[in-house]
């Protein structure tokens, strides 16, 4: 391939056997029916690797019409990150409605700022338009992750830990994106030589992690999913007062509550 950095064609190679890796355990494990929209992730992001290849062997590297074609491939697969994360965080969650229904709030609140962010980005920032909004894209999707990820540790919901890998491996990895196109845009600034292979070695290094780490955790099924039983109000008075009683009525005061908004005329 012209122009293609060895390491980043090691790179590249290394991360689409990882990626065939996790669809095979996803397919053979069974794992799509819970997570039939993650199955989808994977494959788009498989697609997305032939695609940019496809497109680098016949432009070239360096091409400036390359770099914009694999640009444009990258909304497609965002998308499908974004619903393959809500769906996980949906299985956590699934049985407590009134925590889910914040959750998916919160998601839905970083997906409008990101939109709104890029707009402007855009207008102020032509040049950069697209690694500006790339970046604010992981970044209210990692923040929206996160303060739900808050959510569960703090009143100690149970995560099974192939969910829990996965959704651990989404917020390191957007996480990465946000400071590597930080990084990128300062090397760029400071006129720092062969700043673009900096960002390519980083992201993809950081993701070839990730895509390993779900393999080992895709390696085992998911525990049986059954509705967790919960105790008479008394009972939790007496035994679990700071953790059991403080779930179930954030649980009920969210649900009552949002439920409300959708009823009211």
């Not at 029916?33 to 070239?60: D, E, K, M, T």
């Not at 990258?74 to 769906?87: C, F, S």
């Not at 609140?109 to 102020?124: D, E, G, L, P, W």
């Not at 009972?235 to 649980?251: E, H, K, Q």
């Amino acid at each position: 391939m012209a122009n293609f950095p060895p390491l980043l064609l090691l790179l590249w190679t290394i991360g689409t056997i990882v990626q065939l890796s996790v669809l095979f355990l996803v397919i053979v494990k069974r794992h799509f029916r819970r997570l039939p929209l993650f199955a989808v992730y994977i494959a788009l992001n498989l697609c997305q690797a032939a695609f940019i290849l496809f497109v680098y062997s016949h432009f070239g590297f360096t091409s400036h019409t390359a770099w914009r074609l694999c640009w444009l491939s990258e909304p497609i697969t965002l998308v499908a990150q974004a619903l393959a994360a809500t769906e996980v965080l949906h299985r956590v969650l699934r049985h407590y409605a009134g925590i889910w229904a914040l959750a998916w709030r919160l998601i839905a609140a970083a997906a409008v700022i990101v939109i709104s962010y890029a707009a402007a980005s855009a207008q102020q920032r032509p040049e950069w338009s697209l690694m500006i909004a790339n970046r604010g894209y992981h970044l209210t999707f990692a923040v929206g992750l996160i303060c739900c990820l808050l959510v569960v540790r703090f009143y100690s919901i149970p995560v099974d830990p192939v969910y829990k890998s996965l959704l651990g491996g989404f917020c390191v990895y957007s996480c990465t994106v946000v400071a590597a196109n930080t990084l990128v845009q300062a090397l760029f600034l400071r006129h720092f030589p062969k700043f673009g292979d900096v960002w390519n070695y980083l992201e993809m290094t950081v993701f070839i992690g990730v895509e390993i780490a779900w393999a080992v955790a895709l390696r085992h099924p998911v525990r049986d999913e059954n509705k967790p039983s919960l105790l008479p109000p008394s009972t939790y008075d007496r035994v679990s007062p700071d953790v059991n009683s403080r779930l179930r009525a954030l649980n009920d005061i969210l649900y009552e509550f949002l439920r409300w908004q959708v009823l009211r005329p």
